[in-house]
């Protein structure tokens, strides 16, 4: 099966393409605590979260393993906190951006460009996010599961008023078409680097076209 521009063999080989570790800049942390953080996303982007140790992280950032625990109290705490960070920065994105829609048609195509550009700008903190989400007690993730919900109703309430105003022809279920829509861009990690022929603006112009195509817009 052809999975991605330069298919790879597994999913560590996809994972290793997520480069590079970025946090985005609001994330007010300094010093050994955001070194940690860094050290874990960049591992559990490459080997997922179940696979690294403690021990992997405190050696990637170049600490001691008692050293982490001043700063977090367990990996699951290191996870929890990133997937906090990137679920809220893909919730502004895309809410800011269908803000700037003037119509519904408009308000789909930057959301598909917001969540493009997310998972382009951020790759691994998009792949640990959604690969890894499942590894952490709902209890931890109430938050995070809101704003996922939030992010989703942004897109399927416009393509819901799309169908409605005749601007949107789908013939399927609008989920299903969100949900294929939302697809391209959770892939995008595991392909896309700044070294391809083609830069973050031409994959979103070319996925907000094509989600077009696929609600039937003209």
Excluded at 27 to 55: D, H, M, P
Excluded at 76 to 83: G, N
Excluded at 187 to 193: K, M
Aim: overall charge negative.
């Amino acid at each position: 099966m052809i999975d991605t521009p330069q298919s790879a063999s597994n999913v560590v080989e996809l994972r290793l393409a997520s480069n590079p570790i970025q946090l985005p800049d609001d994330v007010q942390l300094e010093g050994s605590k955001r070194a940690i953080l860094e050290a874990a996303l960049g591992l559990f982007a490459q080997n997922n979260y179940a696979a690294t140790s403690i021990r992997d992280i405190a050696s990637a950032a170049g600490l001691k393993p008692a050293t982490l625990y001043a700063h977090y109290k367990s990996k699951e705490e290191m996870l929890v906190t990133l997937v906090h960070i990137g679920y809220r920065e893909h919730h502004r994105l895309v809410r800011d951006a269908v803000r700037g829609g003037a119509t519904t048609r408009d308000k789909v195509v930057e959301w598909v460009k917001a969540h493009a550009l997310f998972h382009a700008t951020y790759p691994m903190l998009a792949a640990t996010i959604s690969l890894d989400l499942h590894s952490l007690p709902t209890s931890k993730i109430t938050e995070v599961l809101v704003l996922r919900d939030q992010s989703i109703e942004l897109m399927t309430g416009n393509l819901h008023r799309g169908v409605a105003e005749g601007i949107f022809s789908i013939g399927h279920e609008v989920m299903l078409a969100a949900a294929a829509i939302g697809a391209m861009g959770l892939r995008l990690p595991h392909w896309y680097s700044k070294e391809q022929p083609y830069s973050i603006e031409d994959v979103q112009n070319a996925y907000a076209d094509f989600a077009l195509r696929i609600l039937g817009a003209d």
